[in-house]
């Protein structure tokens, strides 16, 4: 069971998120640059007293998560399009993860309302004791009764301090598990729901926006050197973009450094996920504490 001081920090960081998930909600339109989505998002929380734990994601249509803006991104808001603005706060390491989807099509309303509504249910079924297999049917029930599908391959998540997925995850799916939801416990629940067309699953894009410190290693390169230990001074084990590094030095400067690092795995990537029929994806999500009476939503 977490301390009070955790649980406080906890909750600063669900209060910071939502307000800021709320904001950008509002501010959200088509033909915005999406840099500029990414960089208010992520100054607000700071201004608010908190972290970003990872960069705004700002996935849009059938990119289901993991795009954020890269530096002098040009990309903006296309016109009918769906917005998944993705948001992450940590204050001392604990985190508050946070998604909603913005729709500028009538035609996907139900489907947004739909991923809604299964992270309705989930919170309000989620409890100590519950199997995660049991929260992963009663969520792809409520999807699929809506005549719309579940995507089998992106989960919930436990959280814990300075790390984004640390232990159980929790399918959108029923699957066999005998895993539980213990008390104490803080977990992001997000269902991600695509059209009856869809796939029903993620597969890996081939760009990448966003990286996260893995390993200390023995580089040969002083320059690869100091921008690790810059990395992890600054972002520890949390994801983080490129546009991060501008405090760092100028583009040209840490970018032979930077692919060293991706080279010898010092640093990982996160490739964006895709539908791979091209039906587009939809998302909601809150981050959890498990009380012995269920679910405390700290966004
Ligand atoms: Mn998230
Ligand atoms: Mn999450």
Not at 53 to 74: K, L, Q, R
Not at 172 to 185: D, Q, T
Request: hydrophobic share 35%; with cysteine; net charge neutral.
């Amino acid at each position: 069971v977490l301390s009070e001081d955790a649980l406080e920090k906890y909750e600063e960081a669900g209060r910071i998120a939502s307000k800021v998930r709320e904001r950008m909600r509002g501010i959200v339109k088509e033909g915005m640059r999406i840099i500029k989505i990414c960089e208010e998002a992520e100054e607000t929380i700071r201004r608010m007293g908190g972290k970003p734990a990872f960069p705004c994601n700002v996935s849009i249509n059938e990119v289901a998560a993991h795009y954020t803006s890269p530096p002098g991104d040009e990309g903006t808001i296309p016109k009918g399009s769906i917005v998944k603005i993705d948001i992450g706060v940590h204050v001392d390491g604990y985190i508050a993860d946070t998604a909603v989807t913005v729709c500028f099509n009538p035609e996907y309303e139900d489907m947004v309302q739909t991923s809604q509504v299964a992270l309705e249910t989930a919170v309000r079924v989620i409890r100590p004791g519950i199997f995660t297999s049991e929260l992963g049917s009663k969520v792809q029930s409520v999807i699929e009764s809506r005549g719309f599908k579940p995507i089998s391959n992106l989960t919930g998540h436990q959280i814990g301090r300075y790390l984004i997925h640390a232990g159980k995850s929790l399918p959108n799916v029923s699957h066999i598990s005998f895993r539980k939801i213990h008390e104490g416990e803080v977990y992001a629940i997000e269902p991600f729901v695509t059209t009856a067309k869809g796939e029903g699953r993620v597969i890996e894009g081939d760009e990448f926006y966003i990286f996260r410190f893995l390993k200390r290693r023995n580089l040969r390169l002083k320059d690869s050197k100091k921008l690790l230990r810059f990395i992890e001074r600054n972002f520890r084990t949390l994801p983080f973009a490129e546009r991060w590094l501008k405090d760092y030095g100028s583009t040209e400067m840490y970018r032979p450094a930077f692919m060293d690092l991706l080279k010898s795995k010092c640093l990982m990537a996160y490739p964006v996920f895709v539908e791979p029929s091209g039906e587009w994806v939809a998302q909601s999500e809150h981050t959890v504490y498990i009380d012995k009476d269920g679910a405390v939503v700290l966004t």
